[in-house]
Structure formats: structure tokens, C-alpha cells
């Protein structure tokens, strides 16, 4: 049995879960999970924990991701994205790439967003993509999500459309910051395409196909290899055993901890990754402990 991590490149037409299904019947592996899902239009690079690191995909969705995705001025659907009914037309020949360009910056930053209705978030015990092929449609929270940059430039595709280039946070919607940017231009918009090339430090270049896990030996990445964003700290001797058995250790200076509870790594001499710490109270405190061999 292996515990790592696994870097997939998600085609179109595929669901999240339908990856989890093929991965655990290509691993031969019941415990397989992933670190944030992508819509089934959507394609792009999946981070796929295998064995005991499933307990550390927490900490891989709460990583920066980058997307590029291909916007559609003119219209909206009910989906935001391709997939949906159109539900609005607009006059927008007039509008220019510089136009869309001013109206992306508009958006970088700690920003606004209402979860679209065809997505996983649950209102009530319920997922809104449930109660939206009902027809019903509910009052959403907004959320707070930070846009960290928006490059726009012309799209290979005919008509007025522009790709944009986005590096953001956890939570993200790029289809409901699709429609944000139309409206904002004074008509709509909806995601033609998108493509996740980038979490944290994962890239799409790492990924393999599905279906290759099953001819090939899986190109799996250490837990440590995994954890490679976060600060970590190097515990020796008896600190080692302590760690093992989730006891708390002495405060101490740790390279890259700037925030308040901010997670760090724990890992033994030979770089094997131990627990996940955070500070707290005057003591470095276990947050997810992994199991010894």
C-alpha cells in the first residue's frame, strides 16, 4: 500500500467523482479523494490524495490556483458557463479587448461573490445544484474571495471573446467572475471554456491522463512533496516520537509563519513528512498527525 499524492489532468465531459471512481479502480486503492472539484466542462490539472494523505487535502484546496479560461460577451446563461439556457442577450459590438481589460482590474483583490445556483454549495442541507434543476432558485450568502491577478488577451475563438488568465484564491468562482465582468461592461457574459493549470505549487505539467495510472507505474508524489507550499520544521530525537503521538511541543521561530494558527510541516531528518502543526496558545500544537509505517 502507498500514500501520496497523484496529479491528474481532468477531461472534459468528466465529473470530479467520476475521476475518484476510475482512480481508486486504476490504483487498486479504496481510500482515494480529492483536493477540490472542477465542473465536467471544465478540464485541468486535479490533486488526487491516496491512502492515509487523504488527510492533508484539506490543506491542498486552501492552496492559490491559476486558470485560463475563454469569456463570451453578449450573453448570459442560466449556468453562467456554456452549458446552460441563454437567459439574456445584449448589444455589445462596441465593446473592445482595452475595455474588458479596464473592467478586469475592477476585480482584483479581496472581492465579492455570490455562489451561482449550479454549484456544490449547500443551502439549508441542500446542494444548489439540486434545487436549481428543481427550478427553485434561493437567496445566497455572498462570499469573500481574493482575485490575485486577471490577464486578458485576444482568444483564438471567433466573435467577442476574451481569454483571461487568472490567479486567485480558494472559493473562486471564474464562471460567476465571467458574468461579473459582462455585467460590468453593461451586458453579460458566460465562460466558454476553462482549464485549471496551477494549485499552489502543482502544475498541469505534472499531470497524467486517467486511464495511465493503469499502464504505467502511478507517478506518485510523497506527502512532503505534497505539503512543499507550507513552512516546515525539521524535529530530531525524542520531538520525533512526540510528534508521532500528537503531543505538543515548545514554541520556537519557524521560517515562512507570519499569520496567527498558520499550518506548517513536521518532518523527521530524512524529510518524511510527520504531522501538520500550527501554533497556538505558546506551543506548537498537531493539527493532523499521520500514522507511522
Not at 506548517?264 to 500544537?285: E, S, T, Y
Amino acid at each position: 500500500m502507498f500514500h501520496g499524492f497523484v496529479v491528474i489532468d481532468k477531461p472534459r465531459g468528466m465529473t470530479s467523482h467520476d475521476v475518484i471512481v476510475q482512480a481508486r479502480r486504476h490504483l487498486g486503492m479504496k481510500k482515494v479523494g480529492h483536493s477540490g472539484t472542477l465542473d465536467p466542462a471544465a478540464t485541468g490539472l486535479m490533486v488526487l490524495g491516496v491512502g492515509r494523505v487523504t488527510r492533508l487535502l484539506g490543506f491542498i484546496t486552501d492552496l492559490p490556483k491559476r486558470y485560463v479560461a475563454d469569456v463570451v460577451f453578449g450573453m448570459e446563461t442560466a449556468t453562467q458557463d456554456a452549458e446552460g439556457a441563454v437567459v439574456g442577450i445584449y448589444d455589445m459590438a462596441g465593446v473592445e479587448l482595452s475595455d474588458v481589460k479596464q473592467a478586469a482590474r475592477k476585480f482584483v483583490g479581496e472581492i465579492s461573490q455570490i455562489p451561482p445556483m449550479y454549484s456544490a454549495v449547500r443551502v439549508k442541507g441542500k446542494r444548489l445544484h439540486e434545487l436549481a434543476r428543481q427550478g427553485q432558485e434561493v437567496e445566497r450568502a455572498p462570499r469573500q474571495v481574493e482575485i490575485h491577478s486577471i490577464e486578458v488577451s485576444a482568444s483564438h475563438l471567433p466573435g467577442l471573446v476574451a481569454k483571461l488568465d487568472v490567479r486567485c484564491g480558494k472559493g473562486t468562482y471564474i464562471r460567476t467572475l465571467a458574468a461579473d465582468i459582462g455585467k460590468a461592461l453593461g451586458g453579460g457574459a458566460y465562460l466558454g471554456s476553462l482549464r485549471r493549470l496551477e494549485v499552489g505549487s502543482f502544475q498541469i505539467h505534472q499531470a497524467v491522463q486517467i486511464e495511465e495510472l493503469s499502464v504505467r507505474p502511478a507517478p506518485i508524489l510523497s506527502p512532503a512533496q505534497g505539503l512543499a507550499d507550507y513552512p516546515s520544521l525539521i524535529v530530531e530525537g525524542s520531538e520525533v516520537v512526540d510528534v508521532q503521538h500528537g503531543r505538543c511541543l515548545p514554541d520556537r521561530e519557524i521560517a515562512g509563519i507570519d499569520q496567527p494558527e498558520q499550518p506548517f510541516a513536521v518532518q523527521d531528518p530524512a524529510g518524511n513528512l510527520l504531522a501538520v502543526f500550527i501554533k497556538r496558545n505558546g506551543q506548537l500544537r498537531p493539527k493532523v498527525v499521520l500514522a507511522a509505517e
